[in-house]
């Protein structure tokens, strides 16, 4: 075998670890969504019946324009976690899955137990979105709302500016008078 054949399969090896060289050969990297990044998510939930009404905040995700968001543990109370695709034109209908916070229900929504689900309508746009709750007949649903808000894709600055140069700012122990 000559010199050639031997390294041959080095050559193919090395070229395909460099990176991006899977594209070159067809196997592009997922596309990130326009919607990808960390987002705020705002429940707010009526009153209903014995339950009482409520509002909630907290962080959620978009990867790949699939959303995901979580309040509390899993399986402890006032655990919710939505899931959901969102379609290029920014519609999504999300999947809500929770379990309730105290036993206020009473009559038919007690037969339910503690856990509960539900669906989302919602829009985004590049910074924003809106949902709705679906409340099917409006017997076993409550009105609840949902406002997204993407997070800035640039983080804050975690230095705050150099103070300027030369003599530092007479305190009122220091002695010193400001020039």
Known sequence: MNLRNRFRPLVVCAVLLLPGASAAFGQAAPARGKFDGNWTTHLACEAHGEMP???????????NSVF????????????LVIDGPIADDGS??????GHVTQSHAHGVFAM???????NIKAQFDDTKGTGKRDEGAGILGRPCTFD???????????????????????TPDSGQKPN
């Open 112 to 118: 339910k137990g503690n856990s509960y689900d539900y």
């Open 68 to 79: 995901h968001g979580q309040h509390g543990e899993e399986g402890g109370p006032g655990y």
């Open 148 to 170: 997204f808000t993407k997070e800035s894709d640039t983080p804050p600055d975690a230095h705050p500016p150099a103070a300027p140069s030369g003599n530092p700012p007479a």
């Open 53 to 63: 009404a409520y509002k909630w905040e907290f962080p959620s995700t978009v990867q």
């Open 92 to 97: 999504a209908k999300l999947k809500a899955k």
